[in-house]
C-alpha cells in the first residue's frame, strides 16, 4: 500500500510562472512533511520540510503548504527557473516510530521549467 | 564531511550472481537506511539501521536480499541470486537522532541482464 502518492508523475511549466506539486498521505500517523529534490545520477537531497502544527512553511521561492484535514500537502516554487528542473519527492515520517528520520516516500514528480 | 558515500556507482552483472553494494554513512550518524528506486513505486524503504542493528526489514522483498552493518562506518546490502527485476538504483543514507531529514548517498545504478 502506498501510504504517500504523487499522481502525477510529470509537470512542466514556464520560467517565471509557479510550479505547484501535489502530494496525498493516508497514514494520519505522519506528524512531518518533507520535500526532496533529485538531479539526475544523483541522491535525492533536502529541500523543505513542514511539521503537522503548522500549516504553512516557506524559504526562499519554495513554500509547502500542509491541509491536515485533506491529508494532502503542496510544494509551490514561484518563480520557477530552469535549474529547478528535477524529479521531486515528497516524504512524511511518524515522530512516534523508533527513528528520528525513518521516511515513506512518493513516487516522486519530474518537474520540468522551460526557458 | 563527503556525505554518504556508496560504491560502486554501476554495477551491471548477469542473472544468478551474487551482487555486494556498499555505503558509508557520515561520520556520527546512528541510522542507516537502505532505500530501492522504481518508476512504480518510487524511492521504496529496503532496510534500517539504528547504531548497527537492523531495526525494521520488512521492506526487503525476499530472502534473496540481506543487509549487514558490522560497524558504525560501513554497511553491505547483498543480493544472492540477483535477477533482472532487481534492476533498480538502489540508495544509502543517514541520520542522526536530531535531524529530521536524512542524507543521501549518490546511488548504485543495479543492472541484471
Known amino acids: 500500500d502506498q501510504q504517500v502518492k504523487q499522481n502525477s508523475p510529470s509537470l512542466s511549466v514556464q520560467e517565471g510562472r509557479i510550479s505547484i506539486l501535489n502530494c496525498d498521505y493516508t497514514n494520519s500517523m505522519f506528524d512531518y512533511f518533507l520535500w526532496y529534490k533529485k538531479y539526475p545520477a544523483e541522491g535525492p537531497t533536502f529541500l523543505i520540510s513542514?511539521?503537522?502544527?503548522?500549516d504553512k512553511n516557506e524559504d526562499g521561492r519554495f513554500t509547502v503548504f500542509l491541509n491536515k484535514s485533506a491529508k494532502h500537502l503542496s510544494l509551490h516554487i514561484v518563480p520557477s527557473q530552469p535549474g529547478d528542473s528535477a524529479v521531486y519527492f515528497c516524504a512524511a515520517s511518524a515522530w512516534g516510530e523508533t527513528s528520528g528520520s525513518r521516511l515513506t516516500f512518493g513516487e516522486g514528480t519530474q518537474l520540468t521549467v522551460n526557458p | 564531511d563527503a556525505g554518504v558515500i556508496q560504491s560502486p556507482r554501476h554495477e551491471v552483472t548477469e542473472m544468478g550472481q551474487e551482487v555486494t553494494l556498499r555505503c558509508k554513512p557520515i561520520?556520527?550518524?546512528?541510522?542507516l537506511f537502505w532505500y530501492r528506486q522504481t518508476m512504480m513505486r518510487g524511492l521504496e524503504l529496503l532496510i534500517y539501521f539504528n547504531n548497527n542493528v537492523p531495526i525494521d526489514d520488512s521492506g526487503m522483498p525476499e530472502d534473496r536480499f540481506s543487509a549487514k552493518m558490522p560497524n558504525a562506518s560501513f554497511s553491505t546490502l547483498k543480493i544472492q541470486p540477483s535477477e533482472p527485476r532487481d534492476s533498480a538504483v538502489y540508495f544509502c543514507?543517514?541520520?542522526?537522532?536530531?535531524?529530521?531529514?536524512?542524507?543521501f548517498g549518490q546511488g548504485t545504478r543495479l543492472t541484471v541482464v
Open positions: 513542514i511539521s503537522s502544527i503548522k
Open positions: 561520520s556520527g550518524h546512528d541510522y
Open positions: 543514507a543517514s541520520s542522526s537522532d536530531t535531524n529530521t531529514e536524512a542524507f
